[in-house]
């Protein structure tokens, strides 16, 4: 294997998912939260994680407003 490549013939191109890619973060997330999402993935077969990211995009994708009320 060399050690370096020369790629400037290649005409290299951009990556069509760059706006798709995934940035990894620290989100503390409840125990009971996390069980729910961890049984939607056993019976759907989708990780438990992709499942949360899925439900955020959704959300985000409706412009979803959160309403609270505390009783």
Same mark, same amino acid.
């Given at each position: ?22 940035? @990894?973060?620290? !989100? /503390? ?10 049984e939607?993935?056993?019976? +759907?077969?989708?990780?438990? @994680?992709t499942? !949360? /990211?899925?439900y ?12 609270? +009320?505390?009783?």
């Amino acid at each position: 294997m060399r050690d370096e490549y020369d790629i400037s013939n290649l005409n290299p191109r951009k990556n069509p998912y760059a706006k798709k890619l995934k940035k @990894q973060i620290t !989100i /503390n997330i409840d125990s009971s939260t996390i069980d729910y999402f961890k049984e939607q993935a056993e019976s +759907s077969g989708i990780p438990y @994680q992709t499942l !949360i /990211n899925l439900y955020l995009a959704d959300c985000a994708e409706k412009r979803k407003e959160l309403k609270l +009320s505390w009783s």
